[in-house]
């Protein structure tokens, strides 16, 4: 199995970066996708989760970013996307894309993820 984040970058305050996650190796439909975030010295963040596309691909957000960040799925891609917004510098941090088999609870638990990608940076300056 293989999670491959992309899109990172350095991006002033008020900017915007699209992260995707390419995988391979899961039968894409039948997972929950995520991303989590950490920056040093604090403790990784729960960020955002999309359902499975059998489930109804719903979607969740951490309240740090919610109704600045939309995170979506494109089955045929194999791809999920996190479309950042309105960025602070707070935002800054290594983001991780998580995968699991479908589940309907502990979205926002790192431990219930079977699956890490190797993470891509995001620095927002000030």
């Known amino acids: 199995v293989q999670l491959q984040a992309s899109g990172g970058g350095l991006v002033q305050a008020g900017g915007s970066l699209r992260l995707s996650c390419t995988t391979s190796g899961i039968t894409f439909t039948n997972y929950d996708m995520g991303w989590f975030r950490q920056s040093p010295g604090k403790e990784r963040e729960f960020v955002s989760h999309?359902?499975?596309?059998?489930?109804?691909?719903?979607?969740y957000y951490g309240d740090s970013v919610k109704g600045r960040f939309t995170i979506s799925r494109d089955n045929t891609k194999r791809t999920i996307y996190l479309q950042m917004n309105s960025l602070k510098p707070e935002d800054t941090a290594i983001y991780h894309c998580?995968?699991?088999?479908?589940?309907?609870?502990?979205?926002?638990?790192?431990?219930?993820?079977?699956?890490w990608g190797q993470g891509t940076q995001v620095t927002v300056s000030s």
């Open positions: 998580v995968a699991r088999r479908h589940m309907a609870f502990g979205y926002f638990t790192s431990d219930r993820y079977s699956y």
């Open positions: 999309i359902m499975s596309s059998g489930s109804g691909s719903g979607t």
